[in-house]
């Protein structure tokens, strides 16, 4: 028998991003949706098509086919148009688990979309260094997508 002990720490991660969007909070629920599930990219516009059962309980996964796939988490919770919740692994294949908040609150004509990220686990230095930059560009994501929609282009 061969045991192993490793001292990996368990820490912590926040993210918190925030803007405006040009849009009514309905278009940006949509494409909150839209980029979390078939609409989804990698920075530089490769498709990176994700399903979101958008319901309490159901699913936000990467479907490769053939029964192969990785999950990210699971709705916890779901109040269309100003909110969604969904913890889970997220990218991460080790020890960890995730809170992902997206709010809308309607400002006028416009939306403010505020995504928060709160992460327990061993979290790798790869994955603590980029998820800031990679939530930066899926709010921004979000944010063409809805304004697109909003003004019927």
Known sequence: MTTAIDADAVST???????????????CFAAVLAEMGPESQMP????????????????????????????????????????LEVCGPMF??????????????EEGPRTRLTLTHRAMGLIIDEHREGVSQGWHFMVERVREIATRRASGR
Request: glycine share 14%; net charge positive; aromatic share 8%.
């Open 13 to 27: 991660l926040s993210i918190r991003k925030e803007i405006v969007i040009d849009a009514p909070v309905d278009a």
């Open 92 to 105: 991460m294949s080790y020890p960890a688990v995730s809170h992902v908040q997206y709010r809308l609150a």
């Open 44 to 83: 530089g516009g490769q498709p990176f098509p994700m399903v979101l059962e958008a319901r309490p309980g159901g699913r936000w996964f990467r479907d490769l086919g053939g029964g192969a796939g990785h999950l990210w988490g699971h709705v916890q919770v779901i109040k269309p148009p100003t909110l």
